[in-house]
């Protein structure tokens, strides 16, 4: 009997080692799991914390984006575009008269360009003023525009900065009741270098001459302000800057990339 007895309790001893044992692997196999757990929740919150904070777009062109103080006078679609853009992106409008790829080049913009935060957004419009070859301040070939953008791609691509082309508007310009095209080849070579460098291409170019094609010299003014001089840039009214923002806005939703896509407001 009392061998029996110490038998049982050998055997209920080791059962007890057993669970024992069993229950502290299960209880650091637990705390292991919960380790995991907190740090992929940490990265994830971290993730959000750092996508939570805005994104900058900068929206580089001439004066018919630019902000101007009185609105009576000319509106650029910059300004109108901006009621477009999601809340959590801040939009800085750097469009002024005379705004070319050399003038970009030539005021430092290409070294406060890499100060963005990584995922912000740059919109380059030229052709407008990189044409005038008279105005040698924003005077750029062809060839040379393409150097000039080029060299802002590759650096907005090492800060991991999103570039966004735009062909330049097109002008009102009309001669016995057809629109006369004045840019040249300078479009064209914007396009090129979006296809090139796989960039997202925003055609204005293309939409407002089917847009100014539809209607007479005396509609158009209208939506574009006569220059002062010949040499001088067109400028939008505000009817004008309304309906070349909901252009890019649409451009934008009806296009292929997600990414570009994130700017505007669901």
């Known amino acids: 009997m009392a061998a029996k007895l110490q038998k049982k309790l050998h055997i209920s001893k080791k059962s007890s080692n057993f669970a024992r044992y069993f229950s ?14 907190l740090l992929v929740f940490g990265i994830v919150v971290c993730a959000t914390i750092a996508d939570a904070k805005p994104k900058t777009l900068w929206l580089v062109s001439d004066g018919a984006a630019a902000n101007y103080i009185d609105s009576t006078l000319a509106v650029g679609w910059g300004t109108s575009f901006q009621q477009y853009v999601h809340p959590r992106i801040s939009i800085i409008n750097l469009s002024e008269e005379g ?29 407008t003023n990189d044409l005038k070859e ?9 060839d040379a525009l393409s150097r000039r953008i080029s060299k802002i ?32 080849s300078y479009p064209d070579e914007i396009r090129h270098i979006a296809i090139y460098f796989h960039l997202p291409l925003l055609d204005l170019e293309q939409l407002t001459s089917e847009w ?21 840039e067109y400028k ?8 070349v923002a909901q252009m890019a806005n649409d451009a934008i939703k009806n296009g292929k990339s ?7 407001q669901k």
């Open 134 to 142: 008279k105005k040698r301040k924003t005077y750029s070939s062809p």
């Open 153 to 184: 791609i590759a650096t907005a691509h090492q800060h991991r900065i999103n570039i966004i082309l735009l062909t330049p508007l097109a002008q009102p310009y009309y001669k016995e009741g057809k629109l006369i095209d004045r840019l040249g």
């Open 258 to 264: 997600k990414k570009l896509k994130k700017v505007l």
């Open 24 to 37: 502290s692997k299960k209880i650091r196999l637990y705390l292991y799991m919960k380790k995991i757990i």
């Open 212 to 232: 100014l094609s539809s209607m007479t010299e005396e509609e158009a003014a209208k939506y574009y302000m006569t220059p002062q001089l010949p040499q001088d």
């Open 99 to 127: 705004m070319s790829a050399k003038v970009f080049e030539a005021t430092g913009l290409i070294e406060q360009m890499k100060k963005l935060r990584k995922g912000s957004y740059v919109f380059l419009q030229f052709g």
């Open 236 to 243: 939008l009214t505000a009817e004008g800057a309304a309906i």
